[in-house]
């Protein structure tokens, strides 16, 4: 499905001295098995792994992880670039490391919808087209612990979608070919209020 939906617009974008984006979301307590119908609503696919993970009823599945009705919350965007300029790998652990210096907290798997319903060109001009929710993660279909990511991609169309991948914190993968990230993912985290 091509997706062609009204964005909304992020008013209060702003991306201060240290390079990191910010803005603010109201929360919307919208449960795993409602989420796909509310997506072809706005247009944003849904990949089917990340689809499975919405749906994962274990104990530390998506609805475990859904944002509070009405709450405000503080987003921030770490560009992964940011850690190259620094001299380190974009991994996991680094990225977390990194953004505890700053006091951000990380989010809970329902910030990620959020996050793709507002994913406009503010987000992609500072070089990002994936958004990683460095979430707890949750086991996809295949059993595998994951992390949901929203993208947005400008082709002949705007392409907006929720996408998932492994998680390799802590793992022999992390930080070799296929458990790094790129300088073209960001990374959502909390600033605390």
Not at 14 to 28: L, Q, Y
Not at 76 to 88: F, M, N, S, Y
Not at 169 to 177: C, F, L, Q
């Amino acid at each position: 499905m091509r997706n062609e939906g009204k964005i909304k617009r992020m008013e209060d974008f702003h991306v201060d001295e240290n390079h990191h984006c910010h803005f603010t979301i109201r929360g919307r307590k919208i449960r795993g098995e409602e989420i796909p119908a509310h997506l072809s609503e706005q247009r944003i696919s849904l990949d089917f792994l990340a689809e499975s993970m919405l749906l994962n009823a274990e104990t530390n599945g998506y609805n475990q992880n859904l944002l509070e009705e009405g709450r405000e919350y503080k987003v921030v965007i770490i560009q992964g670039a940011l850690l190259k300029l620094r001299g380190q790998e974009i991994t996991t652990t680094n990225i977390k490391k990194y953004a505890h210096e700053f006091g951000y907290q990380e989010p809970v798997a329902g910030l990620t919808l959020a996050v793709a319903e507002v994913f406009d060109f503010q987000i992609n001009e500072q070089g990002i087209w994936y958004v990683i929710s460095l979430h707890k993660p949750i086991e996809d279909r295949c059993g595998m612990p994951s992390v949901l990511c929203a993208n947005r991609i400008k082709t002949m169309r705007e392409e907006r979608f929720i996408s998932s991948t492994l998680d390799y914190t802590g793992t022999r993968h992390e930080g070799v070919r296929g458990g790094m990230w790129t300088p073209i993912h960001g990374f959502l985290f909390i600033k605390p209020t």
